[in-house]
């Protein structure tokens, strides 16, 4: 085996890793398997702490075209608020965003292995062995998982459930600088600009919601189910025009998963969603892939293991993960009692903004 890492997948935890590792000057060599960056369910929310951990990273998100968001409107039923963003933020396309991080990535000397899923990922007595679509099997002394919100074989989360993710990228709608939270049948959705124009709508939904499945595959009715559920909704969808023929869904998101540190192959170090998802709903889950991706590059070149840095990561994040879970029970159980709040206390609903930060930059 030689003595480099080995990153599986490219999207922020995986690049973030990349690029510490490679300007330390250990050149990892790292396999994501779409040919080009993809679009992916997301928010395509930056709150301060991505911002600062990308700025660190090398990339500068007003060069990239990233909308600042000033403001959030909450909507359910006849009920709305609004309230100015109490720390800054930004909307960028995750095609950009993913796109940037990876070109970042190899001019820091990352080797690239793009177009070639892993199909598997076997452990050694001196380290681990990809074998890839393509044929190839490269060999590193590490693994660092990165492959997001799908599982590796025989590495996967042992999370069951999970919410489905649904993204919609809408022309013929004006956000401005503020996003939108949105109550609707079996959770939530936020709408915010995009850059280049329109709006991107997502939404976390439970299973079993009446008329998901149908949501989850034609745009119209995806629009109906969230426009019908508020006034507020109503009034920024009525113009909607999708820009996709079909919603791009993921399922299965284990919102509250956090990895345990103890056991698991030596050598193998969990970043991003791999290693915790936190609820969409405070639009942290970028900072926490970067912040995850960059610690465990550290922690291979401090010659750390994989238990001690697993360890160290779930005490980082396991409060403001609570305060996450909260806020997002409070929004899919009493969203007009929290739009009501945010409205009569805005002072409020901007501590608790800032509360479930993750402090991670
Ligand atoms: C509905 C929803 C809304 C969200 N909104 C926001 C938001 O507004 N702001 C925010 O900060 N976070 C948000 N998140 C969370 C955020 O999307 C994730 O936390 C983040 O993308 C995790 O990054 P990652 O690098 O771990 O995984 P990913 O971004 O999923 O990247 C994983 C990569 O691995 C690759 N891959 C997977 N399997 C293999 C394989 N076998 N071989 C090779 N490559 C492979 C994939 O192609 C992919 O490129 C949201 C999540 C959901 C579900």
């Given at each position: 085996m030689t003595g480099r890492s080995l990153i599986l997948g490219g999207g922020p935890a995986g690049a973030a890793a990349a690029i510490t590792l490679a300007r330390a000057g250990a050149a990892p060599l790292l396999v994501e398997r779409a040919a080009a960056p993809a679009e992916k369910v997301c928010g395509e929310f930056l709150g301060a702490d991505a911002a600062a951990l990308l700025a660190g990273l090398g990339l500068d998100l007003a060069a990239l075209g990233a909308v600042p968001i000033r403001s959030a409107q909450f909507g359910a039923g006849r009920h709305r608020s609004r309230m100015p963003l109490p720390f800054a933020a930004w909307s960028l396309p995750r095609l950009t965003l993913d796109a940037a991080l990876l070109a970042r990535a190899e001019?820091?000397?990352?080797?690239?292995?793009?177009g070639a899923a892993a199909l598997v990922a076997e452990a050694g007595p001196r380290g681990w062995r990809?074998?890839?679509?393509?044929?190839a099997t490269p060999e590193g002394a590490q693994l660092v998982l990165a492959t997001g919100k799908h599982e590796m074989r025989g590495l996967a989360r042992p999370?069951?459930?999970?919410?489905?993710?649904v993204k919609l990228a809408?022309?013929?709608?004006?956000?401005?600088?503020?996003?939108?939270?949105?109550?609707?049948?079996?959770?939530?959705?936020?709408?915010?600009?995009?850059?280049?124009?329109?709006a991107n709508l997502c939404l976390a939904l439970a299973p079993g919601t009446p008329g998901l499945a149908q949501a989850a595959r034609d745009p119209a009715a995806l629009l109906a189910h969230v426009a019908a559920a508020s006034d507020l909704a109503a009034e920024l969808l009525r113009a909607a025009r999708p820009a996709w023929p079909r919603p791009l869904t993921v399922a299965g998101v284990p919102y509250g998963y956090l990895h345990r540190a103890a056991g698991g192959p030596g050598g193998l170090f969990r970043v991003g969603d791999q290693a915790a998802v936190?609820?969409?709903?405070?639009?942290d889950g970028i900072a926490m892939a970067l912040a995850s991706g960059q610690r465990a590059a550290e922690a291979i070149r401090a010659g750390a293991g994989a238990e001690a840095f697993h360890a160290a990561w779930a005490s980082s994040v396991r409060p403001g993960m609570r305060l996450a879970g909260l806020a997002d029970g409070l929004m899919a159980r009493t969203p007009q009692a929290l739009v009501r709040l945010a409205g009569a206390w805005p002072g409020l609903a901007g501590w608790a903004a800032r509360g479930t930060r993750m402090g991670l930059a």
């Open positions: 001019e820091a000397g990352a080797e690239l292995h793009c990809l074998r890839l679509a393509d044929g999370a069951a459930g999970g919410s489905l993710g809408l022309h013929g709608v004006e956000m401005g600088e503020a996003i939108a939270l949105l109550a609707c049948p079996g959770g939530y959705a936020g709408l915010q600009p995009r850059a280049g124009g329109g936190v609820p969409s709903l405070c639009g």
